[in-house]
């Protein structure tokens, strides 16, 4: 099992930047590849941002390039989404995700996933 462990999440005004964080634990070495997804109020969960441990491929959602980074930590197991720019769209409960496999959809098939932090922009 893995377990993840969202933080740094809160309320910023538009324009403001927040960096999240994602401490992952347990059989962290099963894992090849962490995500960062986000759900609004009445909407379904979207894809942020993907980052391999290796550090080899990084991916991002359109609606966040250029605005968001995803970096991580390998000798802290920590993985990081700094967001800048923010916008009120950008208001969501963000969760962390570990990938445990390769697919060639790096928006889906996370297999562990955190409890979610609040991010609210407001305008």
């Known amino acids: 099992q893995v377990q993840l462990v969202e933080s740094g999440g809160g309320l910023v005004q538009a324009g403001g930047s927040l960096r999240l964080s994602c401490a992952a634990s347990?059989?962290?070495?099963?894992?090849?590849?962490m995500g960062w997804f986000r759900q609004a109020p009445g909407k379904e969960r979207e894809f942020v941002a993907h980052i391999r441990w290796s550090g080899a491929t990084i991916y991002y959602a359109d609606s966040v390039k250029g605005r968001f980074t995803i970096s991580r930590d390998n000798a802290k197991n920590t993985v990081y989404l700094q967001m800048n720019s923010l916008k009120p769209e950008d208001t969501a409960v963000y969760y962390c995700?570990?990938?445990?496999?390769?697919?060639?959809?790096?928006?889906?098939?996370?297999?562990?996933w955190g409890q979610g932090t609040q991010v609210t922009v407001s305008s």
């Open positions: 995700a570990a990938k445990t496999k390769w697919t060639i959809d790096f928006t889906r098939n996370y297999d562990y």
């Open positions: 347990g059989r962290t070495f099963s894992t090849y590849a």
